[in-house]
């Protein structure tokens, strides 16, 4: 168990539709990092948030948008979703922004039908 | 910009034969580079890492040597196991943004 925790596990949804993507980072942990898996691709880093406010930004959609709250969840928001978003997200955290190993989550796969 | 090329996969071996990945990097300054496993229907998790030239980062039987003169990262293993079938992601880390991944490497080990 890495200790970071995502929610939900899977999420079937519809072309369009908007969904949610949660993110607990382990206890302590300032900075987290949202990435996304497809099958045919390596793991795109789509943006990194410190205690709260953006600190990096990938290859992410202006469909897409993310926020961390004070108590560093943090989550990820996908909107006009379309058949090429059906993927792996994933979220992982490390106590600083550079320097030690991310611990990842589970992920949440999304399919988008 | 960085960035960390893998050799392509899939890889497939037979049990207890001997395991290489490739991996090269580009990057400014000197970074930190880790591997990365991620076991079927899990997230990623640490598998080794190295913080400066001619470190060696090892465990469970693999290793990899931190080459700043061939900006390479290769990870090996004596004698795989069926249990090491998984996806193997090669990392670096300047320190300005987020971890750089490779595209990974699957590894199929058979019986």
């Known amino acids: 168990d890495s200790g970071v925790t995502q929610t939900p596990k899977h999420l079937i949804t519809a072309t369009g539709q908007r969904v949610t993507l949660r993110c607990s980072p382990r206890?302590?942990?300032?900075?987290v990092y949202w990435y996304q898996q497809s099958l045919d691709q390596g793991l795109q880093f789509l943006i990194q948030?410190?205690?709260?406010?953006?600190?990096a930004k990938g290859n992410i959609l202006e469909r897409f948008s993310a926020q961390q709250f004070p108590d560093l969840h943090s989550e990820l928001n996908l909107s006009s979703l379309e058949l090429g978003d059906s993927a792996l997200y994933f979220c992982a955290s490390r106590p600083r922004d550079f320097g030690t190993e991310a611990f990842f989550g589970q992920g949440t796969r999304l399919t988008v039908v | 910009g960085n960035s960390v090329t893998q050799m392509e996969g899939p890889v497939t071996l037979s049990e207890e034969a001997f395991l290489t990945i490739n991996c090269t990097y580009t990057a400014t300054g000197y970074p930190s580079l880790f591997w990365y496993v991620q076991y079927p229907g899990e997230g990623l998790q640490l598998l080794l890492k190295?913080?400066?030239?001619?470190d060696k980062g090892s465990n469970k039987g693999f290793e990899a040597t931190y080459r700043k003169e061939t900006t390479s990262f290769h990870l090996e293993k004596g004698s795989v196991q069926v249990s090491d079938s998984a996806v193997y992601f090669c990392?670096?880390?300047?320190?300005?943004?987020?971890?750089?991944f490779g595209s990974g490497t699957r590894l199929q080990v058979q019986p």
């Open positions: 990392a670096l880390d300047t320190g300005r943004r987020a971890l750089t």
């Open positions: 190295a913080t400066k030239a001619d």
């Open positions: 206890s302590g942990d300032l900075s």
């Open positions: 948030y410190y205690n709260g406010e953006e600190r």
